[in-house]
């Protein structure tokens, strides 16, 4: 039973690690306007959004803050 228990672990562990792992990811958007980046982990703490705001919860009315683009005219980059 016990090593039943274990090897259900071990099983496991790889995969609830992996999971965490994404579910603290944070990504980076490129205003495709002017190259202005943000990034989730840092936010923007001048234009009102704290570090870790994810993407999602930026609000739908917010603008570039170097050029004025929407938030329609970012795209996700992986660097
Ligand atoms: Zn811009």
């Known amino acids: 039973m016990a ?3 274990v090897l259900m672990f071990t099983l ?3 995969k609830i690690l992996r999971w965490s792992r994404l579910s603290v990811e944070f990504k ?3 205003c495709i306007v002017c190259g202005w ?3 989730e982990e ?3 703490p001048g234009e009102g959004l704290e570090a870790g705001t ?3 919860d930026v609000p739908l009315n917010w603008t570039c803050p170097d050029c ?3 938030k329609e005219d970012f ?3 992986e660097i």
């Open 75 to 77: 795209e996700m980059v």
């Open 28 to 30: 980076k958007y490129m």
């Open 3 to 5: 090593a039943q228990v």
């Open 68 to 70: 004025g683009a929407s």
């Open 54 to 56: 994810k993407w999602e």
């Open 42 to 44: 840092l936010g923007a």
């Open 12 to 14: 496991l562990t790889p």
């Open 37 to 39: 980046i943000y990034d």
